[in-house]
């Protein structure tokens, strides 16, 4: 299968993960970003059911350099909580969908030796343009320019950015199953790190009270996470998989299907679940959209046309 269709399926189950993030995070069934980081990185240990397939010691200097971009991976995802909990994941996810191929980009070039055709570079412009449109508040004569987590996605999209970059280039050196494995234990020990912030740790700590007192509820929303978080590590999967078998920055660009399915989602549940999605249903707000979602379709059009038509662009 074509890394690109492996990568828009991905996006596809990240999208449906981000809605149900946006859902539990804002409805109060978890009360705190930092809670919802903590066990997400917990979970990232379930990477050691690929034990059997492809995994292997490595030297204490290669398990620190996995471990590290491990960590920068969760305190992206913490900052990206930080950002849904506070605004329209419509909005969040395309700035840092925005900022994620830029950092690839730069970093790819200096340290992967990556080179991309024109007609690529144009594509990952119009991706970047799409996504930094989608993130202003209009009218522009409001004081406040951006949305309110539009710090928190910078964040998050620069972690990430350096996080996959960082991934990709171990790809490059070593099987799939085993990057996978010890880079997901820097999410445990990112996860782990939670706990030295002192205002975080009671947050976490109080929430094992649902463990020991389970109630009907904390069913509910227990078995709603793991579900959601399964489909983010399938879809988690499929994303680096996709990145060993192509260009990181490409498959990092077509993270804006993602957001075009999260806008479509978004948009249907904030009838059902208006005070939760916040979804803006104005024409302008509408329109504003579109328009970017056409600016991230050219985009994915012009970086997949080498791969449809093998030519020299």
Do not use: C
């Amino acid at each position: 299968m074509n890394y690109l269709v492996i990568a828009v399926i991905a996006y596809f189950l990240v999208g449906l993960e981000v809605i149900l993030d946006k859902f539990l995070l804002t409805s109060n069934k978890v009360s705190h970003p930092s809670i919802y980081a903590f066990y997400v990185g917990m979970m990232s240990l379930f990477a050691l059911f690929l034990i059997p397939f492809g995994f292997h010691l490595i030297s204490l200097k290669q398990v620190i350099l996995s471990i590290i971009p491990g960590v920068i991976f969760l305190y992206g995802i913490l900052s990206l909580f930080f950002a849904i909990n506070k605004s329209e994941a419509s909005r969040v996810m395309p700035v840092v969908g925005a900022v994620i191929p830029v950092v690839t980009f730069l970093l790819s070039i200096f340290f992967l030796a990556e080179r991309l055709r024109l007609i690529q570079i144009i594509g990952v412009v119009a991706l970047i343009i799409g996504g930094i449109f989608i993130s202003f508040e209009f009218p522009l004569k409001n004081k406040n320019k951006f949305f309110i987590g539009f710090r928190y996605s910078i964040i998050a999209g620069v972690m990430l950015g350096i996080a996959f970059t960082w991934f990709k280039h171990f790809f490059e050196h070593d099987n799939f199953s085993n990057v996978f494995i010890w880079t997901r234990l820097g999410l445990f020990f990112g996860a782990a790190s939670l706990l030295l912030v002192k205002p975080w740790r009671a947050k976490i700590l109080n929430s094992f009270g649902g463990f020991r007192n389970p109630q009907k509820e904390h069913y509910k929303t227990g078995s709603l996470f793991v579900v959601n978080k399964a489909l983010g590590g399938v879809g988690s999967i499929m994303t680096n998989y996709a990145i060993s078998l192509g260009s990181v920055t490409i498959v990092n660009a077509l993270v804006s299907t993602e957001y075009v399915f999260i806008l479509l989602f978004g948009l249907a549940l904030s009838f059902k679940f208006p005070k939760i999605f916040q979804e803006k249903e104005s024409a302008l707000d509408i329109t504003q959209k579109v328009v970017s979602i056409f600016v991230i379709t050219l985009g994915i059009i012009l970086i997949s046309i080498k791969f449809k038509h093998g030519g020299n662009f």
